[in-house]
């Protein structure tokens, strides 16, 4: 059974608030999969792939965005940006395996977890007194690989590009917020592509939703990378807190 027209219109309009998210202050990537799970009837591999299959675009237009500001030129994000992605090749699999176990319900509560880890993560974060950053050569690059290796499996498990997990966990090694931001585009490529092969061999993406969303994604994409140029770092990091606390008790009853 397919979503009605009010449906199909709304699953459009969080594809382009996802986007504009997703640059700006990376969680917007989980937007499409909740939208999916809230709106449609699809099953848990459903939504997770027809998730992460809008990913690949939008990750795609965020690389180059940031590109195009020269985050992604400076070697040490580069670098942070490679392992990321690398880290994608045994996670995203794991996490795709994973779903075909998970029930509905689930499927719900992971997701509202997820959120609410990450708010309090953040808040964690942000309420530590401001020090001196590391250098980018300084940073633990073995962290860093943990970290795309745990938010590759996530991201295999619901749909995620990668970037609501990255960008606070980045940001907790002492990661600037629009370098986190950059490097987590690149991810968000590797994680979605390898996501979108696996899901799409076992028929598990509805085609005609994913273009619905992607398309307002991509354009949210562009939108949202000029408001992270023109925002504070701290205002960005307040308005992801609000969005993930707010989102996670309509996740967890859901279902």
């Known amino acids: 059974m397919q979503p009605d027209d009010l449906a199909v219109v709304a699953l459009a309009a969080i594809g382009l608030i996802g986007g504009i998210g997703i640059s700006s202050v990376g969680p917007?990537?989980?937007?499409?999969?909740?939208?999916?799970?809230?709106?449609?009837?699809?099953?848990p591999a459903a939504v997770a792939g027809t998730a992460i299959v809008t990913h690949v675009a939008t990750g795609i237009a965020g690389a180059a965005a940031y590109r195009r500001s020269e985050h992604l030129t400076r070697p040490a994000t580069l670098r942070i940006a490679m392992i990321l992605a690398a880290a994608a090749v045994p996670g995203v699999p794991l996490g795709i395996a994973a779903n075909s176990h998970i029930s509905a319900h689930g499927f719900g509560l992971v997701i509202a977890a997820i959120a609410a880890?990450?708010?309090?993560?953040?808040w964690y974060r942000s309420s530590r007194p401001a020090g001196r950053v590391a250098s980018p050569d300084a940073r633990p690059m073995a962290a860093v690989a943990i970290v795309g290796l745990l938010v590759s499996v996530a991201s295999g498990l619901i749909g995620i590009g990668g970037p609501m997990l990255t960008v606070?966990?980045?940001a907790l090694l002492g990661v600037p917020m629009l370098d986190a931001v950059a490097a987590s585009q690149v991810q968000a490529v590797a994680v979605s592509g390898i996501g979108s092969i696996g899901y799409a061999t076992s028929g598990s993406i509805d085609w005609p939703l994913a273009v619905v969303i992607g398309i307002p994604e991509?354009?949210?994409?562009?939108?949202?990378?000029?408001?992270?140029?023109?925002?504070?770092?701290r205002a960005l990091t307040i308005t992801l807190i609000v969005a993930l606390l707010a989102l996670t008790p309509y996740l967890a009853l859901h279902r």
């Open 28 to 43: 917007g990537g989980i937007l499409p999969t909740i939208g999916l799970f809230v709106l449609t009837p699809l099953a």
């Open 117 to 122: 880890s990450v708010a309090v993560l953040l």
């Open 168 to 170: 606070p966990l980045l």
């Open 218 to 233: 991509v354009v949210g994409v562009l939108i949202g990378w000029r408001i992270a140029r023109a925002v504070p770092a």
